[in-house]
């Protein structure tokens, strides 16, 4: 197998389970030393038994701005320089319009989209500008797809896709070699499928949206991260890919 992330040194967020599990694995796979954070203290020890070697974890909130000056001191005074990231770190939510409060406004859009900023702004400033970078974000194709009872979600998903979009203009614009893209993953078994998956109206309804009468795999989602941190999407920037079996 071609490691297309030797070498690279990746930061991934949210890598206790699922995608971010996920793509933690294969970026180890393919080469890369990978930093990972995760808010939950069962799953740090789970990720730190099972990942040995080429890696290194924290436990901190991708919400937590401290946590965040902290993990970014402790990479230049080591002298790590990244060249990749992963925001991966997310949060469901599902409330209707009429029943949502500002206090669930606010904390959807800090967990989904201000920690994709914050994050993305220390890993600018982390970096070498003759560097060949690559950021890739975790959206959904609920910020794309109208669905109903999901508008704080929604809104904090097309957030990402309108900052991957700025963000990849302005970098190279200002002559950093740091490309930006997202993927928008649809349906995908994660953690939630099981519960999900009980509700057999609604899983139905699912699988009749989707052209691929299937829901998706983590692998199929990280393969994407794996080739958009790659020098091989060298001329892929400010894209956001759907990956979601055909919705409808």
Same mark, same amino acid.
């Given at each position: 197998?071609?490691?297309?992330?030797?070498?690279?040194?990746?930061?991934?967020?949210?890598?206790?389970?699922?995608?971010?599990?996920?793509?933690?694995?294969?970026?180890?796979?393919?080469?890369?030393?990978?930093?990972?954070?995760?808010?939950?203290?069962?799953?740090?020890?789970?990720?730190?038994?099972?990942?040995?070697?080429?890696?290194?974890?924290?436990?901190?909130?991708?919400?937590?701005?401290?946590?965040?000056?902290?993990?970014? @001191?402790? &990479? %230049? !005074? #080591? $002298?790590?320089?990244?060249?990749?990231?992963?925001?991966?770190?997310?949060? =469901?939510?599902?409330?209707?319009?009429?029943?949502?409060?500002?206090?669930?406004?606010?904390?959807?859009?800090?967990?989904?989209?201000?920690?994709?900023?914050?994050?993305?702004?220390?890993?600018?400033?982390?970096?070498?500008?003759?560097?060949?970078?690559?950021?890739?974000?975790?959206?959904?194709?609920?910020?794309?797809?109208?669905?109903?009872?999901?508008?704080?979600?929604?809104?904090?998903?097309?957030?990402?896709?309108?900052?991957?979009?700025?963000?990849?203009?302005?970098?190279?614009?200002?002559?950093?070699?740091?490309?930006?893209?997202?993927?928008?993953?649809?349906?995908?078994?994660?953690?939630?499928? @099981?519960? &999900? %998956? !009980? #509700? $057999?109206?609604?899983?139905?309804?699912?699988?009749?949206?989707?052209?691929? =009468?299937?829901?998706?795999?983590?692998?199929?989602?990280?393969?994407?991260?794996?080739?958009?941190?790659?020098?091989?999407?060298?001329?892929?920037?400010?894209?956001?890919?759907?990956?979601?079996?055909?919705?409808?």
């Amino acid at each position: 197998m071609e490691k297309l992330l030797k070498n690279k040194t990746i930061l991934i967020s949210g890598v206790g389970k699922g995608l971010g599990l996920e793509m933690l694995n294969n970026c180890i796979k393919h080469g890369a030393f990978v930093y990972g954070f995760t808010r939950s203290r069962k799953d740090i020890v789970k990720i730190k038994n099972k990942f040995k070697k080429n890696s290194k974890f924290f436990l901190g909130d991708a919400t937590n701005e401290k946590f965040l000056k902290k993990l970014f @001191k402790y &990479f %230049k !005074k #080591n $002298k790590i320089i990244l060249n990749g990231l992963i925001n991966n770190a997310g949060q =469901r939510q599902r409330i209707s319009f009429l029943d949502i409060r500002k206090k669930d406004i606010e904390k959807i859009l800090e967990v989904n989209f201000l920690s994709t900023f914050l994050i993305s702004q220390y890993f600018v400033k982390n970096t070498k500008i003759k560097n060949e970078d690559s950021i890739v974000n975790i959206g959904s194709i609920v910020g794309d797809k109208p669905f109903i009872d999901l508008i704080g979600y929604a809104s904090s998903k097309s957030a990402i896709s309108g900052f991957t979009k700025s963000l990849a203009l302005e970098l190279a614009e200002k002559n950093f070699n740091i490309r930006v893209n997202c993927i928008n993953p649809g349906f995908i078994k994660t953690s939630y499928y @099981k519960k &999900f %998956k !009980k #509700n $057999k109206k609604l899983y139905s309804w699912t699988l009749s949206k989707i052209s691929a =009468r299937r829901w998706g795999q983590s692998p199929e989602i990280a393969k994407l991260a794996i080739f958009l941190l790659s020098n091989k999407s060298s001329y892929i920037n400010g894209q956001v890919i759907n990956i979601d079996g055909g919705w409808k």
